[in-house]
């Protein structure tokens, strides 16, 4: 398509198609620095984490072995035989779950001979490894016979070529975890990890895994540091977890339990991935939960990332979508429970129940959990019903706990009308509003906040994203398009934070293989990782969300779409600055003049612009920045910044100012 055309195409898609302006005459607007309008809340921009893609087991958890417990419901998936190895021996998978219900299969491999048997594990598709780190492996083991079966661990690239080994001789008939560890010589995106038994004799192994060395803040077992940094670098003022529908699951029994993913990470439950089989054309039928990234991992992270932890519990319903099952009302308690020994579990002292075991894992000082959501995507006069009983055990209790209500999966509708109205009356603290749609709702709802109830209960934007194709649809990419969207509605959001007091794009993480939902913020394979255009408007709004809320109009009128301009503006009280984000979504520059009143300004700003001059621009493993960021200095003269707005452009102008 010809550079008109497109330009064409796309501004009739926004309906905002920008007369070029005559003899390229500034756009004036005003800039109300001295005029506070609302406090930006800490919280303000934030990440939403569900186990949606592969992020947790094969993305940012670091264990490399798939299946490592044989407790997918095929307790071999993940793992394989070797033809060669395949007469030498045998594998017998046995579940004893009367002696350990959380844990109970584990293999028992016989190796008659002298020959060696093998088993393979192929890792999450494949195992990312590097040259020159560590890798360190583990495994519970235990001896049968009166001989004993020594394992040789080698991992192995593409072609089958050993590219680090190590060895292991279990002794004694009782369980314990054996380690070991090994340098690899080759950089593989896709290794595999073969054990290898030499006997004879039969020995049962169990929890077999192999880890980096190389993790977020070095810890052992830990998560993988290059997403890690990612997430850091946004500086997120808070981390939603666990999700998502995954907090749901597709039944009740399917759902996410807490209490089940801390402790030992040996006796943490597996269970299905919700989304395994959500999906027909993005089938993932190896997708499981080993919870090895469990809530007091959860809180950890966001202590990390500085984010304020904010995790979802189920409210005794399932999936809406899927299954409908909700638990009656009067078998409610246990998961009310749940909620209750939650926030002991983050704050409670040493010496109570859950605190103690947050402080034998390792972090006796609370997490300071503050805030916490009762059910995730719920609707109906079911959630309701649930939510009410939830809300009046937890605030008798906590009463300085926020609770976050769902507002259902959409932002307008029926299901949206009667939670809206309902949870109004019932004063919730804070409802969580849902959005995926095209890029054209995102520029049309930039003001949807500015006419929002000021006295009424708190929004926190807790699911949103442009999905260029539609919702579910496979083709939906993280265009320029997208989020230059994003950018401008989030205008609306910043200038309206006395309502909207969080937000979080939807969802965060996606392996490049193992994906069943897109866009997403940062995508991955097993050795390298990129954030989106929408990944950088994220940042771009956390790193610069200031303090307080200012003015910035044009005329009397905020400036939200006219001209094919968005705006907001928020003054840093830490670094005394004035930041004006200004979205341009025409096809052509626009001259602005922000005329500052109330403050002198500095003689100079500091402009970063995300821009690109391809709406359908994408970032890529290959070209992780292509659309990125980008600074320059600009002079300021008297009173009036001056700039010149590319098109498809987002910037951010930040200058010094003084009383
Ligand atoms: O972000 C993906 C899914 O979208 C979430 O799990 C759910 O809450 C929403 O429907």
């Known amino acids: 398509m010809k550079t008109q055309q497109l330009i064409t195409a796309f501004s009739l898609l926004l309906g905002v ?7 390229q005459q500034p756009l004036n607007f005003t800039v109300k620095a001295n005029e506070i309008k609302s406090a930006v809340s800490p919280n303000m921009w934030g990440i939403f984490f569900e186990d949606i893609n592969l992020s947790a087991d094969g993305g940012i958890y670091a264990e490399l072995v798939k299946n490592r417990s044989f407790e997918f419901s095929m307790p071999l998936m993940g793992w394989s035989i070797p033809k060669e190895a395949a007469n030498n021996g045998q594998v017998l998978i046995i579940n004893r779950q009367t002696v350990n219900s959380a ?3 584990f293999a028992r491999v016989t190796v008659p001979g002298t020959r060696s ?15 020159g780190e560590q890798y360190n492996f583990s495994v519970y083991a235990r001896q049968q016979a009166s001989t ?14 050993a590219i680090g080994s190590t060895t292991i001789a279990p002794t004694g008939n009782s369980w314990e975890q054996y380690k070991g560890s090994f340098t690899a010589s080759a950089t593989v995106p896709k290794a595999k990890l073969q054990v290898q038994f030499s006997g004879p004799g039969v020995v049962d192994v169990d929890m077999i895994s192999l880890f980096p060395q190389h993790t977020w803040k070095e810890r052992p077992n830990g998560l993988r540091a290059d997403l890690v940094q990612l997430l850091a670098d946004l500086h997120p003022g808070f981390l939603r977890f666990p999700g998502g529908c995954i ?7 399917n759902r996410y339990q807490w209490k089940k993913t801390v402790g030992d990470v040996n006796e943490r439950t597996v269970i299905m991935n919700r989304w395994n089989n959500e999906f027909a054309h993005r089938a993932t039928p190896d997708y499981f939960q080993s919870f090895g990234l469990g809530f007091f991992e959860y809180f950890q992270l966001s202590e990390d990332i500085g984010a304020s932890p904010l995790p979802i519990l189920n409210c005794g319903m399932a999936c809406q979508f899927n299954s409908s099952e909700v638990v009656a009302v009067n078998e409610l308690d246990p998961y009310i429970q749940d ?5 002991e579990f983050a704050n409670g002292d040493v010496n109570t129940t859950w605190g103690a075991l947050r402080a034998k894992m390792g972090h006796p000082a ?21 939510y009410t009983i939830f809300a009046k055990v937890i605030k008798e209790k906590y009463p300085a706990i926020q609770l976050i209500n769902s507002l259902g999966p959409g932002p307008d509708g029926d299901k949206f009308t009667f939670l809206n109205d309902t949870l109004r009356k019932l004063h919730a603290d804070i409802l969580d509003e849902h959005y995926y749609s095209s890029p054209e709702w995102f520029l049309k709802n930039a003001s949807r906040y500015d006419s929002y109830d000021r006295k009424g209960p708190k929004i926190f934007a807790g699911e949103y994203a442009a999905h260029s194709k539609g919702v579910g649809n496979g083709d939906n990419k993280n265009s320029w398009q997208c989020a230059l969207a994003e950018a401008a509605f989030m205008t609306g959001l910043e200038r309206n934070t006395d309502v909207v007091v969080m937000a979080s794009y939807a969802p965060l993480l996606a392996h490049v293989d193992g994906w069943q939902w897109a866009p997403d913020l940062i995508w991955f394979d097993n050795l390298r990782s990129y954030g989106t255009p929408n990944y950088y408007v994220q940042k771009l709004y956390a790193n610069n969300k200031g303090s307080v809320v200012v003015p910035i109009l044009k005329g009397n009128s905020v400036i939200s779409g006219q001209d094919s301009v968005y705006a907001s503006s928020v003054v840093d009280h830490t670094t005394g600055e004035l930041v004006v984000k200004l979205v341009n979504t025409a096809a052509t520059p626009i001259p602005v003049a922000l005329v500052v009143q109330g403050v002198k300004l500095a003689t100079n700003a500091n402009l970063t612009i995300l821009k690109s001059n391809d709406l359908q621009g994408l970032n890529s493993l290959d070209q992780p920045m292509h659309i990125s960021p980008a600074t320059q200095n600009i002079d300021i003269k008297g009173k009036t910044i001056r700039t010149n707005i590319a098109p498809w452009s987002f910037y951010v102008i930040r200058t010094k100012i003084t009383k």
């Open 17 to 23: 198609y920008a007369t070029p302006l005559a003899a």
């Open 103 to 105: 844990n109970p299969r």
């Open 117 to 131: 048997f093998a088993l393979v594990n192929e890792g999450f598709r494949g195992m990312g490894i590097k040259a």
């Open 148 to 161: 004993a079966v020594k394992l040789t661990l080698t991992l192995l690239d593409e072609s089958g070529k």
């Open 247 to 253: 907090v749901e699951g597709r039944e009740l029994s």
């Open 339 to 343: 909620a209750l020994d939650l926030i």
């Open 366 to 386: 609370p997490f300071n959990l503050k805030m916490m959501g009762v059910g995730n995507e719920q609707w109906g006069p079911q959630y309701v019903e649930r």
